[in-house]
T-cell receptor, first 116, second 117 residues
């Protein structure tokens, strides 16, 4: 079954520390993509970072990096030097083929709270 | 300019009523989506349209009917609202319908919080 698992329902982190949010996935499709989105308390969904299954290097976008370990089927999000504004829900998603269409399937999310 | 805008942001209504949520994108994207986010924050695709044609229709009650008058708009009409329809509904768009190994990220609207009393 194709599935995304985020095992951390919530995390507290001190401001300026680095944060790792876990994401593991399961798919038999050799071609897939992994996304991370942020949902602040205001409700909108904001794209953060993308990793393709064939990408040789880990993706980076500013303070965000994706620790992609293909053999372990994990795609953890790393946020360096956390800021108060990073407090939000974070969702991992995977692009897969379902019923002949490409779709995104989503993890349950991790609520991150940055402490001052 | 808001890329994906949906209205209203909040919708409070009685059981049995019919309501609509509107969505517009000004990104020139070909594909639009409706997602439902439940109280546990779980996101689930409902519908997807590509150039006004329905391409994904997940198992949702037929009380939910999407309508795409043009590729920039995808509205969601809900008949005979039930308590279990209470959720946040997100509209989203992407350049292409996620076909192939492309980085086709979704752009989301700000969500519509529907409360059925």
């Amino acid at each position: 079954a194709q599935k995304i698992t985020q095992t951390q329902p919530g995390m507290f982190v001190q401001e300026k520390e680095a944060v790792t949010l876990d994401c593991t996935y399961d798919t038999s499709d050799p071609s897939y993509g992994l996304f991370w989105y942020k949902q602040p308390s205001s409700g909108e969904m904001i794209f953060l970072i993308y990793q393709g299954s064939y990408d040789q290097q880990n993706a980076t976008e500013g303070r965000y990096s994706l620790n992609f370990q293909k053999a372990r089927k994990s795609a953890n999000l790393v946020i360096s030097a956390s800021q108060l504004g990073d407090s939000a829900m974070y969702f991992c998603a995977m692009r897969v083929v379902m019923d002949s269409n490409y779709q995104l399937i989503w993890g349950a999310g991790t609520k991150l709270i940055i402490k001052p | 300019d808001t890329a994906v805008s949906q209205t209203p942001k909040y919708l409070v209504t009685q059981m049995g009523n019919d309501k609509s949520i509107k969505c517009e994108q000004n990104l020139g994207h070909d594909t639009m989506y409706w997602y439902k986010q439940d109280s546990k924050k779980f996101l689930k695709i409902m519908f997807s349209y590509n150039n006004k044609e329905l391409i994904i229709n997940e198992t949702v009650p037929n009380r939910f009917s999407p309508k795409s008058p043009d590729k920039a708009h995808l509205n969601l009409h809900i008949n005979s609202l039930e308590l279990g329809d209470s959720a946040v509904y997100f509209c989203a768009s992407s350049q292409e319908p996620l076909t192939g190994p492309y980085n086709e990220k979704l752009f989301f609207g700000s969500g519509t919080q529907l409360s059925v009393l």
